[in-house]
């Protein structure tokens, strides 16, 4: 006796020393992200990873939309002003926009410097004698107007007006309605501003910073009126959301799941102790699910993290049926011993299932594959080598009913219902409204419909774009991506005119290439050339003598002066705009064009694809991510076909029988068919989500299946077995529940397509089960 009880607390040890290690090194060691932009894949074209880019990191994530409500027009412009200001003095922001702002002075100094080079105005005739006189005649009338104070400092140096030109064409003539010099929407009841973060918008803790001071600048404001409130949106106060919610919903619902399952182990066998060390393997599959998941990508995701608690719903099973076969004659090690071989079946054909997870391309599936697979073989093991050795010798569970096999035996007889559900989901499918797929990159948010409603309206009011809209030109260096973006230029200016297109954001027109910039150094006259046209447009005007004599100078210096490129701009607002529009990616260059308010997008990419123009493409954003999720949708059930037959195989050689395939496939598949015609009929359309949890159904369906058709040798291990069955799935059905109550997407799919799927095919296996299950299993 001595030696068991040695190798007992040896073993318990062990296990307990491992345990002590995971922890300190979940611990200390990993890294819980809650960010969204962290599940998603690469993509699979140029197009697709230049999107992700955009997500992860584009200036369209940055944008922050503030407003401010509950006043009079005036105390709200007031707060505008003073709360632009004071969120200057942050430095969280690249830029911020109110509608009172202007390029700071070295800013406006550089451009001033550089008017030449950058203004598409600077052709030989805009040089001539009557192009002067005209632009002559238009600096007098501006100085007769209320805008002469600021124009008579640059009509010295720039009496053509190119500077303002260039203002006036980066400025464009979308704006929101103004009040007091500030922005405000048409009814006046908003005041209106637009910040860029220097943190991407999926960095939620940064994020979260910055609304905190966001909102004490706003509280700080001398003077506030005490009615005045601050509204704010944009994809990073969307991120602070989802994190929130994650971590808040993470909580409850392992509280509730873990909850649920204690109290059922107890009603169902009246131990604590048996409730106790059913903690043992899922502990055990958690800690090593976790270190699994952060070794392999240096994180591990907060929905993977909830992922977690659906291991109670499966890793359960393991000590259930252990427990569930424990009698006075049978300890726990010779009972294990007895059902391991079914048990171990079960395991490696739930392990295969989500092992295909890992070749999805999909970081989110990967992440859940490796948690499971992982999780899955830790407690299995610890099940099979601990965990008989932590029951007491002496322990024996509650005596189950015996009238559970003749109620089972019973059941058979509806066997035919199984294909009849299938032909009744079959038509379900066919016949439903909802449509079968869900491709929509949006659904994996849980983003608030309030939170989505106030989004829509501050970007109607400041006349934001969506960004669903883009122009791609790529080329093989920046210069080709420039002069590809000039050639275009004019082409939508023409869609802009015809009202195709509002407006669009084109980084040639705040950086011209150098071929451009070399044409306009050429076309700049001669010194004594342009003094002798200037001498005569000026006839007849009073102009002082020499006043534009810096304008002479200035020509002949832009003549010789060095080209401009991205690096002039560093440090610079314009700087900072040529970075969000020009990206460079695996040595490709590739120039994003944002387009307002685009009319027909049909007609808009037939147009696109007309010009024939290299490198050009029009890319409607919402296509183009639904084109991502159909591609890995399609990708994920490919593998699950593929997995279903190595599955079949494995089955086929470990029963080494191709008969009993029947009874124990079959099942499985029906529910399959039967859960995507319920989950359709609930208004949902099916997910790339519920398309990975397929495989744990089929490890679900098998590991009943398998058990329902296991030898037994007398009616009372007949019953202990048909009873465990009838708690585990329970139990997993109380698990999924849980989690289909969630408010996040990927949670909410596993939940709802596992419950349902445990339910259908603990019923399928107990109709299709051999009344006198054979010898193979």
Not at 7 to 25: E, H, K, N, P, T
Not at 80 to 105: C, D, M, P, W, Y
Not at 164 to 184: S, T
């Amino acid at each position: 006796m001595s030696r068991p009880f040695g190798v007992r607390f040896s073993v318990m040890g062990l296990w307990i020393l491992a345990m002590a290690c995971g922890l300190w090194l979940i611990t200390t060691r990993v890294n819980v992200h809650s960010e969204l932009a962290d599940l998603l894949p690469e993509g699979t074209t140029a197009t697709q990873r230049l999107l992700l880019t955009q997500v992860r990191t584009g200036i369209a994530g940055r944008l922050m939309l503030l407003a401010i409500e509950g006043g009079e027009p005036d105390d709200l412009a007031q707060a505008s002003r003073e709360l632009g200001t004071q969120l200057r003095a942050t430095g969280h922001f690249n830029v911020i926009g109110n509608g009172a702002q202007a390029l700071s002075k070295p800013d406006q100094d550089l451009l001033f410097r550089s008017r030449y080079l950058l203004s598409r105005q600077v052709t030989p005739e805009a040089f001539s004698v009557e192009s002067l006189r005209h632009s002559l005649e238009q600096r007098l009338d501006d100085l007769r107007s209320p805008l002469a104070p600021m124009m008579k400092a640059t009509i010295p140096e720039d009496p053509t007006g190119v500077f303002l030109g260039i203002l006036k064409d980066w400025a464009g003539q979308e704006g929101p309605a103004k009040h007091r010099g500030v922005w405000m929407s048409e009814d006046q009841t908003k005041a209106l501003l637009v910040v860029e973060t220097k943190a991407t918008g999926f960095d939620a803790d940064a994020q979260a910073a910055i609304q905190r001071d966001i909102r004490k600048a706003f509280e700080d404001l001398p003077g506030r009126p005490a009615s005045l409130r601050l509204l704010m949106s944009g994809p990073g106060v969307f991120a602070v959301e989802i994190k929130q919610t994650i971590e808040a919903e993470i909580w409850w619902l392992s509280t509730a799941a873990s909850t649920l399952v204690v109290l059922l182990l107890y009603a169902s066998y009246r131990s604590v102790t048996l409730v106790l060390l059913s903690a043992i393997p899922l502990s055990t599959g958690i800690v090593a699910g976790v270190l699994a998941v952060n070794s392999w990508f240096g994180f591990i995701h907060g929905i993977t993290l909830g992922f977690g608690i659906t291991l109670l719903g499966i890793v359960d099973d393991y000590p259930i049926h252990l427990f569930s076969h424990v009698n006075v004659r049978g300890s726990a090690p010779a009972v294990i011993r007895a059902i391991w071989p079914t048990m171990r079946l079960g395991v490696l054909t739930t392990v295969i299932g989500f092992s295909s997870l890992l070749l999805s391309g999909f970081p989110a599936l990967a992440q859940l594959g490796i948690f499971a697979v992982v999780g899955l073989i830790a407690a299995a093991l610890v099940t099979r080598y601990v965990l008989p050795v932590c029951v007491p010798p002496a322990f024996v569970p509650r005596a189950v009913p015996r009238g559970i096999v003749p109620a089972v035996a019973r059941l058979t007889r509806f066997k035919w219902l199984v294909p009849g559900s299938v032909v009744l989901a079959t038509f379900m499918l066919l016949w439903s409204d909802t449509p079968l797929w869900q491709t929509d990159l949006g659904s994996l948010s849980p983003v608030s419909e309030v939170s989505k409603r106030l989004d829509l309206q501050l970007r109607h009011d400041l006349g934001v774009p969506d960004v669903r809209d883009l122009l791609v030109i790529e080329g093989g260096t920046e210069e080709d991506v420039l002069q590809r973006g000039e050639a275009v230029m004019a082409q939508l200016d023409q869609l802009r005119t015809g009202e195709l297109v509002a407006g669009y954001d084109l980084v040639s027109s705040y950086l011209p290439s150098r071929r451009s910039q070399q044409a306009r150094q050429q076309a700049l006259p001669e010194r004594s050339a342009l003094e002798q046209n200037l001498r005569t447009a000026l006839s007849g005007l009073p102009f002082a003598p020499g006043l534009f004599t810096p304008f002479l100078d200035s020509i002949e210096a832009a003549r010789t002066q060095p080209l401009i490129d991205r690096a002039t701009f560093n440090g610079t607002a314009v700087g900072l705009k040529l970075e969000s529009l020009l990206i460079e990616q695996q040595e490709q260059w590739s120039a994003v064009v944002p387009l307002r308010g685009v009319a027909d997008r049909a007609r808009l990419g037939e147009i696109v694809a007309g010009w024939h123009a290299p490198g050009v493409a029009y890319v409607d954003l919402k296509e183009e991510s639904n084109r991502l999720m159909t591609a890995y949708r399609d990708r994920t059930l490919a593998i699950v076909a593929w997995g279903l037959l190595v599955i079949a195989v494995m089955l086929a050689a470990g029963l080494k029988s191709i008969s009993i395939l029947r009874p124990v496939l079959l099942p499985m598949m029906s529910a399959l068919v039967v859960v995507a015609a319920l989950v359709n009929a609930a208004g949902e359309s099916l997910s790339l989500f519920h398309v990975a949890t397929f495989l744990l159904v089929i490890g679900l369906g098998l590991d009943y299946a398998l058990f329902f058709n296991r030898p037994e040798g007398t009616g009372e291990e007949r019953a202990r077995t048909l009873y465990g069955l009838l708690v585990c799935s329970t139990t997993t059905i109380l698990v999924f529940g849980v989690l289909a109550c969630s408010t996040i997407p990927v949670l909410h799919a596993i939940g709802m397509t596992a419950a349902i799927g445990s339910f259908c095919c603990l019923l399928f296996a107990g109709m299709m089960a051999e009344q006198e299950p054979v010898a193979h299993v």
